[in-house]
Structures are given as C-alpha cells and as structure tokens.
Nanobody, 115 residues
Framework: QLVESGGGSVQAGGSLRLSCTAS????????MAWFRQAPGKEREGVARIATGSGNTYYADSVKGRVTISQDNAKNTLYLQIASLKPEDTGMYSC???????????WGQGTQVTVS
C-alpha cells in the first residue's frame, strides 16, 4: 500500500527525487515520513510531513538539502535530495500513520547509492 520508487546509483553532488505512492488505508494517514537505513546502521528518520497542514520536519543531517512534499491528486509523497553525499547511501522507505511517530504502514524501500 506504500510503494517507493526513484532510487538508484548517483555520483556525489547529484540529486534524486524519490516517490512513494499510497493506496488503500494509507490514504487516510495524517502523517507521512521518509526513513533511511545505511548498511550496519540503525534506521533514521529523514523527514516527515503532516498531510493536513503541510508542516514539515527535517533531520539535522539532511536539513537544507532535502525537501519532502506531497501531491494529493496523485496520492504520492516525494523526497527531493540535492547535493548527495556518500553518507546518504542507504535504503529509503516511506511510512504513514494516523499520527506521527506511530507508523502503521511501511513501504518496501528503494535503494540509493552515492559514490
């Protein structure tokens, strides 16, 4: 019910736009977010958005380089990442929930590799 796409292998300094298409019960979510997990590291929250107000939050590690946005007509959540660094490498997953921090739905993830 959450399907990510847009990952790939890019050179440092490049940019990517990840997409997360929602369907089914996830469409009623009030909060959505992007997480990432690098090899050997814990999963970390990258950005989240309150779907009603549009309020956003960004992790300090990506602030200024990342933009989370939503297209309600397309039921799609986006994550635009600029000035990619090797430390941005990881599996990026989207999550959704009725409230933030209670993520009821997760996607399978899309791999981002920066070299």
């Amino acid at each position: 019910q959450l399907v990510e796409s847009g990952g790939g292998s890019v050179q440092a300094g490049g940019s990517l736009r990840l997409s997360c298409t929602a369907s089914g019960n996830t469409l009623h979510s009030s909060c959505m977010a992007w997480f990432r997990q690098a090899p050997g590291k814990e999963r970390e929250g990258v950005a989240r958005i309150a779907t009603g107000s549009g309020n956003t939050y960004y992790a300090d590690s990506v602030k200024g380089r990342v933009t989370i946005s939503q297209d309600n007509a397309k039921n799609t959540l986006y994550l635009q990442i600029a000035s990619l660094k090797p430390e941005d490498t990881g599996m990026y997953s989207c999550a959704a929930g009725l409230v933030c921090y209670h993520w009821a739905y997760w996607g399978q993830g899309t791999q981002v590799t920066v070299s």
